[in-house]
């Protein structure tokens, strides 16, 4: 795939243009070639053909991948430019930090477009090794240095249990391509136990990297303790790489065995959306808040995999959308407050004092929150809608979360448009390109509609 290409070579050409040490280059060739990225991937979608032959088989991009890679792309770049004013304090380091990131987009790109276990694991790989890496990259910080060790230490015994599965699986199938395991385990009459085993392996290690309970424990340390512009990748670009690979592994590939699977993530699916939404009630850290919102937002996706339609990828699609727009909103305003204690109430009247934040604020906050008719509201209606009819009581379920996390999103609202005199209010500098970041965030949330059009009536599957 041409994009796929291009962003590699573009993560090599910042890697040895930060020895130069210009951040204002690295931005420049950064997102360029991200651009370069998305535009190539935006002419595929309206029907050109590619512009490389590609032959090799274990990377597949079809019209439903080619959206979530323009996702991912998209989201990408928004993190690279609003957080180029974090990155640049550390001259020497910007190109390595950004570069890190572009490696990591490229990971993600593999694990949406894998058809074979090989790629697949590949591309998680290099999609998790840059993030290990920076989330310890603020080394003043101890909390930092813990998130990367925490993060590396479980995220390998994840990729051990994903690794054991994908042998079981081998073994009970004799193959590793997508489609010849889906073959067989349609045209099979009974399963060996290597099926049922390899099965939950994987879905455990999925359900780990996507922050699901019971394998939620590492996401409030490493967020917490992450940089904020690297908690806002992982909760926006790397949740979105994960999900879709769960849906397209299960979803697909073990479909034949969803009676096996299924009973099991419905009960994951309950206990994660109260696990995150009763957690993040008492929190007073802005980045463990969004590490639970995080945790109960994973549940509302994986109710799109309880599905099996037509509309589930697009549905998922409109939902990580929305949820990775409001949390840029959200990472890029923490960037701007820059509260190393990352207190909530650091937020304070900031919403007042520079109305344009706090307009972007409120729009992240009721996305997230579900409120019509924003892009999050859209998104959530679009998932809990198709899985009402199979699942009501997981929907009813869904919902009365979704009121409980009205509370802590509305909490955080709140104390950034407080407008109590007696209070100051911290002095924040935000650049033209946290400007603009926010302001692009902002538009397509509040277009969630149109954006819904677009994706349903005007491209081609």
Not at 307 to 322: E, F, K, R
Not at 337 to 364: H, Q, T, W
Request: aromatic share 14%; hydrophobic share 55%.
């Amino acid at each position: 795939m041409d994009a796929l290409i291009l962003l590699f070579f573009t993560g090599l050409v910042v890697m040895f243009t930060a020895m130069l040490k210009k951040p204002q280059l690295v931005l420049v060739t950064s997102t360029f070639g991200i651009a370069a990225s998305l535009g190539l991937v935006v002419r595929q979608i309206l029907g050109s053909t590619s512009l490389i032959t590609w032959s090799y088989q274990g990377l597949e991009f079809d019209s439903n991948n080619l959206l979530y890679v323009a996702l991912v792309l998209f989201l990408g770049l928004l993190i690279v430019t609003s957080g180029y004013e974090a990155f640049k304090r550390e001259p020497e380091h910007t190109g390595e930090y950004i570069s890190l990131i572009i490696f990591s987009m490229v990971g993600a790109l593999c694990m949406i477009g894998f058809t074979d276990m090989f790629m697949f694991f590949i591309g998680l790989e290099i999609l998790s090794i840059p993030i290990y890496v920076l989330a310890g990259t603020n080394k003043k910080d101890i909390r930092s240095t813990e998130a990367s060790i925490k993060y590396f230490f479980t995220g390998a015994f994840a990729t051990g249990i994903l690794l054991f599965g994908i042998a079981l699986i081998f073994g009970a199938t004799g193959s590793f391509d997508l489609k010849s395991i889906h073959d067989t385990i349609i045209k099979s009459v009974s399963f060996g136990p290597l099926i049922y085993v390899g099965i939950l392996f994987i879905l455990a290690s999925f359900l780990f990297k996507v922050g699901a309970a019971p394998f939620h424990f590492w996401s409030p340390d490493v967020y917490s303790g992450s940089p904020t512009m690297v908690t806002g990748y992982m909760a926006a670009v790397v949740k979105l790489a994960a999900m879709f690979a769960f849906m397209k592994m299960f979803n697909y590939v073990f479909v034949g065995a969803i009676s096996f699977w299924s009973d099991l993530l419905f009960a994951v699916i309950i206990l994660t959306m109260f696990v995150g939404n009763l957690s993040a009630l008492g929190q007073t850290k802005f980045k463990r808040l969004l590490a639970y919102s995080s945790i109960s937002n994973a549940a509302y996706a994986l109710i799109a995999m309880m599905v099996a339609s037509s509309s589930t990828m697009n549905n998922l699609w409109i939902y990580l959308a929305g949820y990775g727009l409001a949390v840029i909103v959200l990472v890029t305003i923490g960037q701007m407050v820059n509260d190393s204690e990352d207190n909530i109430s650091s937020f304070k009247g900031i919403g007042r004092k520079y109305p344009l934040i706090g307009v972007a604020l409120a729009l992240a906050v009721l996305s997230l929150a579900g409120v019509p008719p924003l892009l999050g509201f859209m998104g959530k209606y679009m998932v809990f809608s198709s899985a009402f009819n199979e699942y009501p009581i997981l929907v009813i379920i869904a919902i009365v979360n979704s009121g409980i996390g009205i509370y802590y999103y509305l909490r955080l609202l709140m104390v950034a448009l407080s407008s109590n005199e007696n209070d100051e209010v911290r002095e924040i500098k935000p650049s033209a390109l946290q400007y603009l970041v926010l302001a692009v965030c902002g538009v397509l949330l509040v277009f969630g509609g149109a954006l819904d059009y677009v994706l349903n009536n005007l491209i081609s599957y």
